[in-house]
């Protein structure tokens, strides 16, 4: 189970979208492992990620998935694969444990592994804090589409990222506090979002796709 004082020597990845040879929204992806880097103490540098990088022989056509694993001081391996979007129709409610925390992209995803293994095909797990409130699933972070047209994600997600990031400051989505599984049977519709899956690629599910 992950909490704030766990970790301290632990590796981490970061998951970049290559399309046609090229690699998106890397700034961002450069500042969190950046901020990841500087509270566990590490040196890793950025011009050494970006010398690393650029060693990569991106594919020049499709999409594909590129993984980086590194710990606070050195970059470990990587991993390219064509990017294969997965079938997904219903959404699974999971309650965290208490303290359980992710706000680091930790290499160990053992806990989620552990979670979706239990599910049905083609179902996903989305969890919720002991409070109630709805966080993420276990490899995207959620939108909720009002009816108003407008979309909003949860102010505290289990991990902030790259894209919801890009689209809270574009003005595209709001964060909004408190949102409960009474709220998912109230919106139009649920998105899921992440590096491979930006906002026009979001796979959208409907309220009555989600399972208490």
Same mark, same amino acid.
């Given at each position: 189970?992950?909490? &704030? +004082?766990?970790?301290?020597? $632990? ?7 290559? &399309?046609?040879?090229?690699?998106? #929204?890397?700034?961002r992806h ?11 103490? #590490? ?9 690393? *990088?650029?060693?990569? !022989? ?7 998935? =590129?993984?980086?694993?590194? @710990?606070?001081?050195a ?15 219903? *959404?699974?409610?999971? !309650? ?11 290499? +160990?995803?053992s ?12 179902? &996903?797990? =989305? ?7 709805? @966080? ?8 909720l ?5 407008s979309? $909003? ?13 890009? *689209?809270?400051?574009?003005? *595209?989505?709001?964060?909004? +506090?408190?949102?409960?599984p009474?709220?998912l ?12 899956? !930006?906002?026009? &690629? ?7 796709? $989600?399972?208490?």
């Open positions: 189970m992950y909490s &704030e +004082d766990l970790h301290s020597s $632990v590796s981490f990845i970061e998951t970049l979208r290559s &399309e046609g040879g090229r690699l998106h #929204g890397l700034d450069l500042a969190r492992l950046r901020g990841t880097v500087l509270a566990h103490g #590490g040196t890793l540098r950025e011009d050494e990620v970006l010398h690393y *990088l650029s060693s990569i !022989p991106l594919p020049p056509e499709g999409i594909h998935r =590129l993984t980086l694993t590194y @710990t606070p001081g970059i470990l391996s990587h991993q390219i694969i064509p990017y294969q979007r997965r079938a997904l129709h219903y *959404l699974q409610l999971c !309650p965290l444990p208490p303290r359980f925390t992710y706000h680091y992209k930790y290499a +160990d995803r806990y989620f592994l552990k979670a979706q293994s239990t599910l049905p095909p083609e179902t &996903e797990a =989305l969890f919720l804090r002991p409070d109630g409130r709805i @966080t993420d699933t276990t490899f995207t972070n959620i939108l589409e009002l009816e108003d047209g979309l $909003v994600t949860p102010a505290y997600p289990l991990l902030k990222g790259t894209q919801r990031g890009f *689209l809270i400051e574009q003005g *595209l989505v709001y964060e909004q +506090d408190h949102l409960t009474k709220d049977a109230r919106c139009r519709s649920i998105r899921l979002i992440n590096a491979m899956l !930006p906002l026009e &690629e979001a796979i959208i599910l409907a309220p009555d796709q $989600v399972y208490p």
